[in-house]
Nanobody
Framework: QVQLVESGGGLVQPGGSLRLSCAAS????????MGWYRQAPGKQRELVAA???????NYADSVKGRFTISRDNARNTVYLQMNSLKPEDTAVYLC????????????WGQGTQVTVSS
C-alpha cells in the first residue's frame, strides 16, 4: 500500500520559514519523480516544485528563489524548504509521487496546511 505522509505545516508570520517533509512508503522511491503542489480555497491546485528521480528541479515562478525542493532517497523523503513566506503562500500543500514509464503511477498525500499571517 502506497502512503505519502506530509508534515511540517503550520502558522508562520510573513517573512518566516517552514520546512515541509513527505515520507513515502510502498514505492521504489528513487524511481519516482516527486512534487509539491498547493491548493488555496477557491483556487485550482498548482505545482509548486518538482524533482525528478535524477535530482533535476523545477519551480513555479511565484516561488523561485524562495523555495527549495530536495530529496533523500535513503530516507524515502522529499522536502520543501520555504523561506520569505508571503500571505499568498497560504494553502494546503500536497505531496505527489509519479512515474510514467510504460505504466503510469500517480500518488497523492493528504496534505498539510500552511498559513502565513501576522
Amino acid at each position: 500500500q502506497v502512503q505519502l505522509v506530509e508534515s511540517g505545516g503550520g502558522l508562520v508570520q510573513p517573512g518566516g520559514s517552514l520546512r515541509l517533509s513527505c515520507a513515502a512508503s510502498g514505492i521504489i522511491f528513487n524511481s519516482f519523480a516527486m512534487g509539491w503542489y498547493r491548493q488555496a480555497p477557491g483556487k485550482q491546485r498548482e505545482l509548486v516544485a518538482a524533482i525528478t528521480s535524477g535530482g533535476m528541479t523545477n519551480y513555479a515562478d511565484s516561488v523561485k528563489g524562495r523555495f527549495t525542493i530536495s530529496r533523500d532517497n535513503a530516507r524515502n523523503t522529499v522536502y520543501l524548504q520555504m523561506n520569505s513566506l508571503k500571505p499568498e503562500d497560504t494553502a494546503v500543500y500536497l505531496c505527489n509521487a509519479n512515474r510514467h514509464i510504460v505504466i503510469s503511477y500517480d500518488y497523492w498525500g493528504q496534505g498539510t496546511q500552511v498559513t502565513v499571517s501576522s
